[in-house]
């Protein structure tokens, strides 16, 4: 039997995307060869990468906007490097919401000055903070929009005069936004796009080339874009999975559909940790991820009562980021309203229980 998979990464992805994903394994495109052996200079594999990365601006509302899309290597974490080989040439200026972007901060403080212009760390990273400024002489503003073990999400952006990035990994594709005001995003697959092994960037051209140092080319985003993402070989399997889940973000009607359904299920587990005497919710209210519900039992005692429940329910991965402990659900876009349904009346029953 399928398991409601409440797995912060990597992710639950659709029923079909795993069935045609399955497929192509076998014979991809009737060629008579796997899609784990096709060549990445193939004409099959070219039309796979070139529409997944057309699919991203579409999707993002970014089509003809000066804006490349790329899938490369390296999970996010690379990203924090990337990112700073490129842009950073003095000072950047960055938010320190959690542990991710704690650590793009000590990677990018290899190459330049790094102002923190805020930080909740002074209460565990349990909110997102409000009312800073960012000296628009800063390179750029580096910022984490969701932050999967805290359970926190930007609800707003700051309007900056300079480059703005983002690390979107965990709730990209799940929330309409106006990405035209982003200048990069990035974001490791794994999260809420695909499978683990390919990483996504959206870059306006505009932005590059203005650092004086030489970046290694692997890392160097103008060479990726030239090359297509094609500078080595790309992760086949990963970028092709990617392009179904796309696909059917595409075929569902895009950001907009799969954002009402998101806030759906979020409503829906909040509302029983707030009314359910057992449990407390860990992340600000008003910055509650739409992605990453974390919570806790009031009585430890239960803790072992409620993980068998679960595991009767088939209730995979809420279990809390090693770091914090407690309890972690993870609503990424293909988790079905009815898995976060089960979820609430095990709940439920524990109380009832106890």
């Known amino acids: 039997m399928k398991k409601h998979n409440f797995s912060a990464g990597p992710c639950i992805l659709p029923h079909s995307v795993f069935k045609e994903a399955s497929q192509a394994v076998l014979d991809f495109n009737n060629s008579g060869l796997s899609i784990l052996e096709i060549s990445h200079r193939s004409k099959d594999f070219v039309s796979v990468i070139e529409e997944a990365r057309a699919l991203v601006l579409e999707l993002l509302g970014l089509k003809n906007k000066g804006y490349q899309a790329l899938f490369l290597h390296g999970g996010a974490s690379t990203q924090f490097l990337s990112v700073a080989y490129n842009l950073l040439?003095?000072?950047?200026?960055?938010?320190?919401?959690?542990?991710?972007?704690?650590?793009?901060?000590?990677?990018?403080?290899?190459?330049?000055?790094?102002?923190?212009?805020?930080?909740?760390?002074?209460?565990?990273?349990?909110?997102?903070?409000?009312?800073?400024?960012?000296?628009?002489?800063?390179?750029?503003?580096?910022?984490?929009?969701?932050?999967?073990?805290?359970?926190?999400?930007?609800?707003?952006?700051?309007?900056?005069?300079?480059?703005?990035?983002?690390?979107?990994?965990?709730?990209?594709?799940?929330?309409?936004?106006?990405?035209?005001?982003?200048?990069?995003?990035?974001?490791?697959?794994?999260?809420?796009?695909?499978?683990?092994?390919?990483?996504?960037?959206?870059?306006?051209?505009?932005?590059?080339?203005?650092?004086?140092?030489?970046?290694?080319?692997?890392?160097?985003?103008?060479?990726?874009?030239?090359?297509?993402?094609?500078?080595?070989?790309?992760?086949?399997?990963?970028?092709?999975?990617?392009?179904?889940?796309?696909?059917?973000?595409?075929?569902?009607?895009?950001?907009?559909?799969?954002?009402?359904?998101?806030?759906?299920k979020a409503q829906l587990l909040y509302s029983e940790i707030d009314i359910n005497p057992l449990f407390k919710g860990f992340a600000a209210k008003e910055d509650r991820s739409m992605m990453n519900a974390t919570f806790n039992l009031k009585d430890n005692n239960l803790e072992s009562v409620f993980n068998q429940m679960c595991q009767e329910a088939n209730i995979n991965g809420i279990h809390g980021h090693r770091s914090v402990g407690g309890y972690r659900a993870s609503m990424y876009n293909a988790l079905p309203l009815s898995s976060v349904e089960v979820l609430v009346e095990v709940m439920n029953e524990l109380e009832r229980k106890a």
């Open 89 to 264: 040439e003095k000072k950047a200026a960055y938010l320190n919401t959690g542990t991710w972007s704690s650590k793009a901060i000590k990677e990018a403080n290899l190459f330049g000055e790094i102002v923190e212009v805020a930080s909740s760390k002074d209460k565990h990273f349990s909110y997102i903070p409000k009312n800073y400024s960012v000296d628009n002489s800063s390179d750029y503003f580096h910022c984490t929009s969701n932050n999967t073990i805290y359970g926190t999400q930007m609800k707003e952006f700051p309007s900056v005069e300079i480059p703005m990035v983002c690390d979107m990994s965990s709730d990209i594709f799940s929330r309409q936004l106006d990405f035209s005001n982003f200048d990069l995003i990035y974001a490791g697959a794994q999260k809420n796009m695909g499978p683990a092994g390919t990483t996504l960037v959206v870059v306006k051209k505009a932005i590059l080339g203005k650092v004086s140092r030489e970046i290694p080319s692997l890392l160097d985003y103008q060479i990726q874009i030239e090359k297509e993402s094609m500078f080595n070989t790309p992760a086949v399997y990963a970028v092709y999975v990617s392009l179904l889940n796309l696909r059917w973000l595409h075929s569902l009607g895009g950001i907009k559909e799969i954002e009402e359904v998101n806030e759906k």
